[in-house]
C-alpha cells in the first residue's frame, strides 16, 4: 500500500491555522484558544460554538444584528514572523440567516491590505488589493453567494515587494480571478496579522451571520480537494483494482501533503462493489488513513454486480471530494479457463469529473476474464 510525500511535493509551513475544536477563542482562555484578540460591538456577538461547525464540535460564529457601518466583530491573530514573499489562506465560510444584505469584509490579511469580501447586493465573492504607493484599491468579482450553504474559499498574493504582485481568489477549488502586474514594493506589503469575522462593514446594513472553520494560512498553497484515480504504471492479474487517493491543491492540482493526519471515508455511490487495503482484495476496508505531511495512499476496488458503471467517492469534511466511474462487463456462468483467470489487458477510456473544481478522473474498463473466476468462487 503507498502512503507517501510524492517527489517535488513541498511541505508548507504552517503559519496559521484553527479549527476550533478547542472551544474557546483567546490565547487567554482557558483551554488556550488560538486568537490574539477577540471583540465584538453590542448586540453584534462573536463566538465558538456548534452552530458555527463545519466539522467537529466546534466553529466561528459572528452575528451582526445592527445596521451599522464600521467594525463590528472579529478575531485577530499575530502568530509570528511577517510572511513577505507570499501567502496563502484558506477557510470553510458559510452565510445564515441573513435578513439584510451589504458589502461586508470577512477575511483581512493585514497590514497588505488583501482583503476577502462579500459585495452586496447579490452578494458575490470580492478579492480586494491595494496597489502602488498610494495604496489605490483593487479587486475582483468572482460567483454569487448562497446563504446557508458552506463554501471552500481560498485567495492567495504573491511578488509581495515587488512590481509583479499576484493575487488569485477560488471558490469551492474553482479560480474567480486574478489581479496581476500589482506594485506590491511598499514596506506594508506584508502579512504580520490575520483578521476574521466582520472586521468591516461598508455599508452596514448587513445583517445575519458568518460562520467560519478550519482556518488555515500557509507559505505555499495548501490540500483543498482530494483525488481519486488510477494508477497508470500497474497491471492486474485480478479484479482488483488499484486506486490511488490523494490530496491536491487548487493553484495548480498538485499533490499537497496532508496537515494532518487524515481519514478518507471510501464509498460506492453508483452500481456495486467494494474497497481493499489489500492487492488481493482480501481486507475489505472503508478509508485511507493519510499521516500528515503525505499526499497519497493506495487502496484496492473490486467491482460487483451486472454489468455496468460502479461510481465510487472519496470525501472528508475539510477537502472537496472526488468521485471516479469504474466500468465494467457483466458475469458469464461459464467456467474460466486457467490463462484467462490469470491475466488480461487493461482499457482506460475518457472519463468523469469530481466535485466543483475537483480533478478529471478516467474511469477503468474491467475485462471478463478478471472475472469468471471470482464469481465461480
Sequence with gaps: MLLQSLPGVAAPIHWFSDDFETGTLRTSDTPAGRWDDAAATSPNTLASGAAGAHRGRYGLTVTDRTSNPGSLASASVEPGAPLSSEFHVRTWLRLRAVSASGSVVAVQALPALVELRLLAPEPTWELAVRNGSGRTYVSLHGSRVEAERWYLVEFSARGLGTTAGEARLWVDGVEQGVLSGRDWRDAANVLDRLVV???????????????????????????????????????????????????????????????????????????????????????????????????????????????????????HPDFLSATLAVEHEGMPDDAPDADDAATGPWTMTPGCTSAPGALVALPVLVGPWLRRGRWRR
Excluded: K, N
Aim: proline share 8%; net charge negative.
Design 197 to 315: 469575522g466582520e472586521p468591516w462593514s461598508d455599508t452596514g446594513t448587513f445583517v445575519g451571520s458568518l460562520d467560519f472553520d478550519d482556518v488555515r494560512v500557509s507559505t505555499s498553497p495548501m490540500a483543498s480537494r482530494l483525488g481519486l484515480q488510477r494508477p497508470q504504471d500497474t497491471g492486474a492479474s485480478s479484479g482488483c483494482i488499484p486506486m490511488d487517493v490523494s490530496l491536491r491543491d487548487s493553484a495548480t492540482g498538485a499533490p499537497a501533503p496532508a496537515p494532518y493526519e487524515t481519514e478518507v471515508a471510501l464509498s460506492t455511490v453508483a452500481g456495486a462493489g467494494g474497497f481493499h487495503a489489500d492487492a488481493a482484495c482480501g481486507t475489505p476496508s472503508g478509508r485511507a488513513l493519510l499521516a500528515a505531511g503525505t499526499s497519497e495512499r493506495r487502496v484496492y476496488f473490486r467491482p460487483g454486480g451486472t454489468a455496468g458503471t460502479a461510481r465510487v467517492e472519496a470525501s
